[in-house]
């Protein structure tokens, strides 16, 4: 070690330095303190520069896929393809068939169709039309209606939900007593 101190020592040593040279490091260093604002800047605006410069590209990019969408509209062919895809729309003529594939069908089923058509007991139709003219012409109170469509005593058709159960069934009555004591 002492030869390792030893070597260093007279490194040291073995520089001279001289008026003009600690002059010229004063000037580098000035010159540095001087220059570094400036440059700082520079970088600065070489990145911004950079910056718009990408974004420039990117807006001709978009630009360009917009004429080029624009003139995809201009054709007819594919303004048409558009109406049929999007809107559903079909020539004079034609019969569109849409597929919904909201149910999978299992490939192999044990049921066995049947090839006999099954004939319905009542018309929809009519039952809808005869009820609407029945709710709009009768007279009758709905719980008498409900009584003659369910075949059931007025007091078997349950109270409305949130009804006072003051009005009801005795046996309520006790219950909802003992809720409220509770």
Excluded: C
Aim: hydrophobic letters at 40%; charged letters at 25%.
């Amino acid at each position: 070690m002492p030869e390792e101190q030893g070597k260093q020592s007279a490194w040291v040593s073995s520089l001279r330095f001289s008026g003009f040279t600690v002059l010229i490091v004063a000037l580098v260093a000035v010159g540095a303190l001087i220059v570094s604002p400036t440059l700082s800047t520079y970088v600065q605006q070489q990145r911004e520069l950079a910056e718009l410069r990408e974004s420039v590209r990117l807006h001709r990019e978009a630009v360009a896929a917009a004429d080029a969408e624009r003139v995809k509209w201009q054709d007819p062919a594919y303004v048409r393809a558009q109406a049929r895809g999007r809107l559903f729309y079909v020539m004079p003529g034609e019969i569109q068939l849409s597929v919904i594939e909201d149910v999978n069908v299992p490939a192999e089923r044990e049921e066995e169709t049947s090839d006999q058509l099954t004939a319905i007991d009542h018309n929809w139709a009519r039952t809808l039309l005869a009820s609407t003219l029945t709710a709009g012409t009768t007279l009758a109170e709905p719980e008498e209606i409900l009584q003659g469509l369910l075949g059931s005593s007025p007091e078997a058709i349950p109270a409305e939900p949130g009804g006072d159960p003051a009005e009801g069934d005795p046996a309520d009555q006790d219950s909802a007593v003992e809720e409220e004591s509770e």
